[in-house]
């Protein structure tokens, strides 16, 4: 059941992530036999976005993408289906094109990138996996025919670069990630979006009564985390409703006095509320911050 869980996660995750940059499908049916594709990405042939924020997805996401992400390590035949799935849309393509009598470029041909939280040598080796110069660690290429790659995300490095792949890793991998997350700028594009989902995840996974080990840490992981951004949301919307009142009262005040109005603790903030009341100039308001 968790599975199904953190495979929701990823799709709305990445489809986040990627909006603006271009068309994004989840559960994407494929011909044949019904397969899904977790995620089908199409790059704006025009972007207005600066993709490089998403720093290795970015790259990922710089051409047409199949972005398959497993919660679990991905299986020999698990790949293998990634693959077919890969071919069924290079060979749709190769029918459409040919159909309307154009030459189907290769850049149009989406590339694979299956993302495993970790994968044995072994199991690379199996698939004839290499190394690109130009690449991080962890990124495993397939022989260049078959346009496939396996991220292996516990090889990443632990880098801003990565950090929007290694949130996809599990255990302590994702764990530091979310630390990271946690940590970002508030105006970052991204941060309250993706903590968002991130805490969606953790109220789904806690109504469950099967959980896995990683499940059960990274709920302890995000409580601190989950408890302290709604301490600081209510902070800031009791910040926001008595500089609101203040300015009614007294009029405008001035930059130094509001800085010193949200340096106060959410007790404060209530206290100065209820204070305000009985307020007829700033200095009736600097006497009060001065008594605290």
């Not at 994968?119 to 025919?145: C, N, Y």
Request: net charge negative; charged share 25%.
């Amino acid at each position: 059941m968790t599975r199904f869980i953190h495979d929701k996660f990823a799709k709305d995750y990445l489809e986040e992530l990627l909006k603006d940059y271009g068309e994004v499908k989840a559960s994407e049916k494929v011909a044949g036999e019904i397969k899904e594709i977790d995620v089908l990405f199409t790059p704006a042939k025009q972007q207005s976005y600066n993709i490089q924020i998403l720093g290795l997805l970015g790259r990922v996401a710089e051409y047409p993408a199949i972005i398959e992400p497993f919660r679990n390590p991905a299986s020999n035949d698990e790949i293998c289906d990634c693959i077919l799935k890969l071919l069924e849309v290079k060979a749709f393509l190769r029918r459409e094109s040919k159909a309307n009598k154009i030459k189907l470029q290769d850049s149009e041909i989406p590339k694979l990138w299956v993302l495993t939280p970790t994968i044995s040598e072994t199991r690379l080796s199996s698939f004839g996996t290499m190394q690109k110069a130009d690449w991080l660690s962890g990124v495993h290429f397939l022989p260049d025919a078959l346009r496939t790659a396996i991220v292996a995300i516990h090889q990443l490095p632990q880098i801003p670069e990565t950090l929007w792949l290694r949130l996809l890793g599990r255990g302590t991998v994702q764990s530091q990630a979310i630390i990271e997350l946690q940590a970002l700028p508030l105006d970052h594009p991204y941060q309250k979006a993706i903590l968002e989902l991130v805490y969606n995840l953790r109220e789904n996974l806690r109504v469950n009564q099967e959980l896995e080990a990683d499940d059960r840490e990274l709920i302890m992981r995000l409580e601190p985390l989950y408890q302290r951004d709604r301490e600081q949301a209510i902070q800031l919307g009791e910040q926001r409703l008595v500089i609101r009142q203040l300015n009614r009262r007294i009029s405008e005040i001035d930059a130094s006095l509001i800085e010193r109005v949200q340096s106060l603790s959410i007790e404060q903030l209530e206290n100065l509320g209820e204070a305000l009341l009985d307020f007829s100039s700033v200095t009736d308001l600097e006497t009060w911050l001065n008594q605290q």
